[in-house]
């Protein structure tokens, strides 16, 4: 069984049409290339009580809750706050992530102190574009982990510290195909290949296009058993569906 994971990110600026939120969708692509299934994707605004909320929600549901946003120094930047105040833990200046920032800012380091406010036990992240630095918690057998909103920070703090962790956490891989096929109605390709979506270890989706397209996932202990059952699908699709095109993972080229 996959290990399920759920994204939150925090922003008024979202819930307002402000600002458009890409890193879900980032994340959602990163987490299940890691193997998680992602079960929930929540935006929340820049209040504690509904990051609170949202996080014991999230609890619920994974054993992973990843967030993005509202790490920083500015007032409203609650996120660590409300973690903490969410899991009954104190809010410390972690003297790690505060060295983090002086790393970077040196005398400048006092104007972003708050950023280095973290609930107790928190492991913080190094930040290496911007200035905040993120943090994952271990709680309860739950694995929280806070990233910062700016997409560049985000993604460059989970490819380089969060991925590897991971990886090791899930031992899973998964790789994906993508088809284009010779196909005109979507309704067509699904009635030769809905019995597939049954088969283990694989998630199949139909895009109403034109030609119809089709996204395979395929997971494994490895990739290289990803890889197997990436194309044993492929293998028994191309006898059902004229396939025109396809593109997969580099690791299964």
């Known amino acids: 069984m996959k290990a399920r994971a759920s994204i939150m990110v925090i922003g008024s600026e979202i819930l307002k049409g402000v600002t458009l939120d890409t890193n879900s969708n980032w994340l959602a692509r990163k987490l299940t290339n890691l193997g998680f299934e992602v079960v929930r994707i929540l935006v929340v605004p820049d209040s504690i009580e509904d990051i609170s ?20 120094f ?8 409300a973690i903490a ?7 410390d200046k972690n003297e790690e992530a505060f060295n983090m920032i002086k790393a970077r800012h040196g005398d400048e380091a006092y104007k972003y102190v708050k950023a280095a406010f973290m609930p107790e036990k928190a492991r913080p992240l190094p930040n290496e574009v911007g200035v905040s630095p993120g943090f994952l918690l271990e709680f309860q057998g ?8 700016v997409p560049a920070e985000m993604r460059e703090m989970f ?7 991971l990886q090791k956490v899930t031992g899973r891989a998964s790789v994906k195909a993508s088809i284009v096929t010779g196909h005109m109605v979507e309704a067509e390709v699904d009635g030769y290949i809905k019995d597939l979506r049954r088969l283990s270890d694989v998630y199949i989706k139909t895009h109403a296009e034109r030609p119809v397209k089709v996204t395979i996932v395929a997971y494994g202990n490895s990739a290289e058993d990803a890889c197997i059952r990436l194309n044993e699908v492929l293998s028994e699709i191309s006898k059902r569906l004229r396939v025109v095109h396809v593109e997969k993972t580099e690791t299964c080229q």
């Open 142 to 149: 739950r694995l929280v982990i806070a990233l910062p909103g």
């Open 85 to 91: 105040s969410s899991l009954g833990l104190k809010l």
């Open 53 to 72: 909320w949202g996080l014991r929600a999230l609890l619920g549901l994974s054993s992973l809750i990843v967030t993005t946003g509202g790490l920083g």
């Open 159 to 165: 490819e380089r510290y969060v991925e590897p962790l």
């Open 74 to 81: 500015t007032e409203d930047d609650i996120t660590a706050e």
